[in-house]
C-alpha cells in the first residue's frame, strides 16, 4: 500500500540536505510536516518553503538527539492522522579527532544510534495504535564493514541498522514498516571538499529514492542504488585481507 | 567552512579558473564565513566570461540557499533566498498566477546572479530590468554584518548590476507580475530584412517580443530573422519533454560555417511564410536552449564567446554596420537575438540603456577574438556599450568609458569593501574598481 497523501511526516534532522529535498518532496504532494533538529531559523526557512510548495502544514520543533528531554513534546504534536518519520540525524567527527579524543565516542553514538533509537521507541506505539505508518531510517555504507577511516561512526551506523530491523519486525505485525536507507556518498555540506570522495548523488535523487522505497515498502534500500554492489564487494573481502586495507 | 579546490568556468567555457569554493548549506554557515574570511558570492555561473570566476582565490557558492521564505498572493511579493533559480521560481508561481517579473533566457540563473547583473528579459521593453522588481535584499558584507537594503539605502545602485561587489546577497524581495497561467502563445513572423525588422520591434507592443536573427544572412537577406511576439495564457499543452544533455565536447567541424548557415536557413523556414501563433509551456519560450542540458559543450573544450551590446535607438545604422561585419566574417553561430530595450535599469553599472541590443555567439577562435574587438570599437563609438554579464574580451578603458557611473560606483565599493575581498576575475581584468 502507498503511503497516502495528507499524512503527517517527522523528519529528525530537518536542517540536513537530504532531509530539506525530502521536505520538498513530500511538499509537493501535500503532506504535513514536522521539521525537528536545532537550528531553529534555518527550519523555519525550510517549513515555508514547504508550504509554499503546497504543505499541508509544516512546523517546526526542536529536536536534539543528545536531549532526551526534546522528544516528548514532539510526540505530543500527533493528532489522529497517520504518522511516519524520516530520521536523518548522525554525525561523524573525524576519525584523528576521536583516536585523540575519545570521549568524542560518546556523542557520535547518541547522534548516530542512541539517540534516534529512544526517539522512535517512543513513537512506535503510536504507529501501532494507528495500526500504520511508516519508518524511515537513514544509516550509512559505513556499517556495513568498520574502517580506518571512520569506524566509531560506522559502528554507530551499524548498531542503528540493527534497531532497525528488530523495529521492522515488531511494527510489520501492527501494520507499520520500517525503510534502511543506506546512502553512499551524497553531495552534501558533510562530504563538501573531503578528499576521496566518488560518484557523489546528489540530494534530490536520494530522497526520491527514499520516497519511492516507502511508498513501495521496501525492507533496505541502497542508493544510489550500485552501493549494494560496492559494499557487495566490500564485506566479501576476508578479514586478514581487510585489516591492512586502508579504503 | 570546508573549501573545495575546484577547476570552474564561465559559461562561454573560454574562461576558467581554479580556487577554493565553499557551498554553505545554512545562512548562519554563511554568516559564519563572511566574518572568518570574506569572498565573493557566485551563482550558477551562468555569467559567459569571468564576473563569476576568482582564481586563485575564494568564491562562496550559493545553490544551495535556494528556499521560499515567504509569499503574499495578493501582492504577489516573493521572498526567496538568493540561489534559488529563477526557471524553478516560474515553475512554481506560474500555475498560481505569478512570473518572476524578469527572465533572463535561462531558466538557470539565480536570482542573486540576476540582481548582481541587473538582467533583462523578453519583456524589457514593458517592464525594464530585474532589480527595478527588487523591494529589499538582504546583503552580507565583507565585515561579516547582514543587512536589509531597500532601493533608497545608498548601496541598492551599487549593488544591483554591482557583479558581487558589495557583499553577498543572501536573499531578496521581489514583485512578480501577473500572468494567465503556465503556457504561452506565440505568434511567429519570418522577417525578411533589416529594416522590416526594427520596424517590427519599434511597433511592436506585445508583452514579450524578441527577434532571432540569422547572423549568417547578407546583402539584401541582412538581417533576416523571425520575430516572436507573446503573451501568457492558460489551459493545456504536453509538458516539456526530458531534458537532454550533450554529454562531451563536440568535435570542431560541429558549427562550421556551412553547417551553421544550413542550420539558421531550416530555422528560418520552420516559420510558414505567412507567420502562425503556437501555443507552448512558458518554459519552451522563456528558456529555449535549457532543453539541451550542457549545450555550451557543443563549441568543444576551447568554448565560445558571445559579444552583446546596446546601442541608442538613433545609432541603430551602427548596429546595422556590426551585423553586416559579423554576417562577412562567417563566423557567428546559429544564435543571434536581436531586441528593442526600453530605458528601465536600476543599477549604477546596469546594461540596460533605450535602443537595440544585438548578441551573437562565436567559437574562441584568433579571428572571432580580433573581431570582437573591432565590434567593441564600434559599440563605444555608437555610444553604446558591452554587456559585463555575457563579455571575456573587452578592454579595460573602453568598458569604463561606456559606464558613466563607473567612478562613483567604484568609490562606493571600494569604501565598502576596502581591502578588496570581493574583487573577481573580471574586475581585475577591467580594473572596474579604479577610481
Ligand atoms: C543561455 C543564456 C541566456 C541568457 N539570457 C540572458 C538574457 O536574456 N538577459 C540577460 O540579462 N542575461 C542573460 N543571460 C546571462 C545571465 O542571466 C546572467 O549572467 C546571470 O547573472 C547568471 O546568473 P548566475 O546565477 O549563473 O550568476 P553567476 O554567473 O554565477 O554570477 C554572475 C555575477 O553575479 C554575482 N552573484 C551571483 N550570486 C550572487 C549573490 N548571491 N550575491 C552577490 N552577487 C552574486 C557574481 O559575483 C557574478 O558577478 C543568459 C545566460 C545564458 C547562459
Not at chain 1, 563538501?192 to 529514492?209: H, Y
Not at chain 2, 517592464?127 to 565585515?143: E, K, M, N, W
Amino acid at each position: 500500500m502507498a503511503v497516502k497523501k495528507g499524512e503527517v511526516w517527522i523528519l529528525l534532522g530537518a536542517t540536513s540536505a537530504m532531509a530539506r529535498a525530502m521536505a520538498r518532496q513530500l511538499a509537493e504532494r501535500g503532506d504535513a510536516l514536522i521539521l525537528t533538529g536545532r537550528d531553529m531559523d534555518d527550519m523555519a526557512a525550510t517549513a515555508a518553503d514547504c508550504e509554499i510548495r503546497g504543505a499541508h502544514d509544516a512546523r517546526v520543533v526542536a529536536f536534539d538527539a543528545r536531549d532526551p528531554e526534546t522528544f516528548q513534546p514532539i510526540i505530543d504534536l500527533l493528532d489522529e492522522r497517520i504518522v511516519n518519520a524520516a530520521v536523518f540525524v548522525g554525525s561523524m567527527p573525524d576519525q584523528g579527532d576521536i583516536d585523540s579524543d575519545p570521549s568524542l565516542v560518546d556523542g557520535t553514538v547518541m547522534d548516530s544510534f542512541t539517540g534516534p533509537a529512544r526517539f522512535l521507541q517512543q513513537l512506535a506505539p503510536e504507529i501501532e495504535a494507528r495500526g500504520a505508518g511508516v519508518v524511515v531510517g537513514v544509516g550509512s555504507v559505513a556499517g556495513d564493514r568498520g574502517r580506518l577511516g571512520n569506524y566509531v561512526y560506522g559502528a554507530a551506523k551499524a548498531g542503528f541498522h540493527t534497531y532497525l530491523s528488530g523495529l521492522r519486525n515488531r511494527l510489520t505485525r501492527a501494520g507499520g514498516h520500517v525503510v534502511t536507507v543506506k546512502p553512499g556518498f551524497i553531495d552534501t555540506a558533510m562530504t563538501w571538499g573531503i578528499e576521496g570522495m566518488f560518484l557523489v548523488a546528489p540530494p534530490e535523487k536520494v530522497a526520491a529514492d527514499i520516497l519511492k522505497a516507502a511508498d513501495r515498502r521496501r525492507d533496505v534500500i541502497y542508493t544510489p542504488f550500485f552501493w549494494r554492489y560496492i559494499m557487495a564487494i566490500i564485506r566479501a573481502i576476508p578479514e586478514r585481507v581487510f585489516k591492512k586495507m586502508s579504503i | 567552512m570546508r573549501w573545495k579546490t575546484t577547476e570552474y568556468a564561465g559559461w562561454g567555457r573560454a574562461l576558467r579558473a581554479t580556487g577554493d569554493l565553499a557551498r554553505p548549506e545554512r545562512v548562519t554557515a554563511l554568516a559564519a564565513l563572511m566574518g572568518e574570511s570574506p569572498a565573493p558570492a557566485i551563482g550558477n555561473c551562468r555569467s559567459y566570461g569571468d564576473a563569476c570566476l576568482n582564481s586563485g582565490g575564494k568564491a562562496v557558492q550559493m545553490l544551495r540557499l535556494d528556499r521560499i521564505k515567504g509569499f503574499d498572493p495578493t501582492s504577489g511579493i516573493v521572498t526567496v533566498e538568493a540561489g534559488m533559480q529563477l526557471g524553478e521560481l516560474a515553475r512554481i508561481f506560474a500555475p498560481q498566477g505569478w512570473l518572476p517579473a524578469v527572465m533572463p533566457g535561462t531558466g538557470f540563473a539565480t536570482v542573486g546572479g540576476a540582481i548582481a547583473h541587473d538582467v533583462h528579459g523578453k519583456n524589457h521593453h514593458g517592464v525594464g530590468s530585474f532589480g527595478q522588481h527588487v523591494r529589499a535584499l538582504t546583503l552580507i558584507g565583507p565585515d561579516g554584518q547582514t543587512t536589509r537594503i531597500t532601493p533608497d539605502h545608498p548601496l541598492f545602485r551599487a549593488t544591483v548590476g554591482g557583479l558581487g561587489q558589495t557583499g553577498v546577497i543572501v536573499s531578496a524581495e521581489l514583485q512578480m507580475l501577473k500572468c494567465k497561467g503556465d503556457v504561452i502563445v506565440v505568434t511567429e513572423r519570418r522577417i525578411e530584412g533589416w529594416d522590416e525588422f526594427l520596424g517590427h520591434l519599434d511597433a511592436s507592443d506585445a508583452s514579450y517580443t524578441v527577434g532571432w536573427i540569422d547572423a549568417t544572412a547578407q546583402g539584401d537577406a541582412l538581417g533576416r530573422g523571425i520575430l516572436e511576439e507573446a503573451e501568457t495564457g492558460s489551459g493545456l499543452v504536453t509538458a516539456p519533454g526530458r531534458a537532454k544533455s550533450v554529454p562531451f565536447d563536440a568535435p570542431g567541424f560541429a558549427l562550421a560555417p556551412a553547417v551553421v548557415r544550413a542550420f539558421n536557413a531550416a530555422y528560418f523556414r520552420r516559420v510558414p511564410q505567412k507567420g502562425r501563433t503556437v501555443v507552448k509551456p512558458i518554459q519552451e519560450f522563456f528558456f529555449p536552449l535549457d532543453r539541451i542540458r550542457n549545450w555550451n559543450r557543443l563549441y568543444g573544450r576551447e568554448g565560445f564567446h558571445q559579444f552583446q551590446c546596446v546601442v541608442p535607438v538613433d545609432q541603430a545604422p551602427a548596429l546595422r554596420a556590426m551585423l553586416e561585419r559579423i554576417a562577412g566574417s562567417g563566423l557567428a553561430s546559429p544564435l543571434a537575438v536581436l531586441k528593442r530595450m526600453g530605458p528601465g535599469r536600476a543599477g549604477m553599472m546596469s546594461f540596460p540603456m533605450e535602443g537595440y541590443t544585438l548578441a551573437v555567439d562565436f567559437p574562441n577562435r584568433a579571428r572571432a577574438v580580433r573581431m570582437i574587438a573591432d565590434l567593441e570599437s564600434d559599440t563605444l563609438a555608437a555610444g553604446g556599450r558591452i554587456y559585463l554579464a555575457k563579455d571575456s574580451l573587452a578592454k579595460g578603458a573602453s568598458l569604463r568609458a561606456m559606464y558613466p557611473e563607473q567612478r562613483d560606483w567604484a568609490e562606493l565599493v571600494n569604501a565598502t569593501d576596502p581591502d578588496g575581498a570581493l574583487a573577481t576575475d573580471m574586475i581585475r581584468r577591467l580594473d572596474l574598481r579604479t577610481v
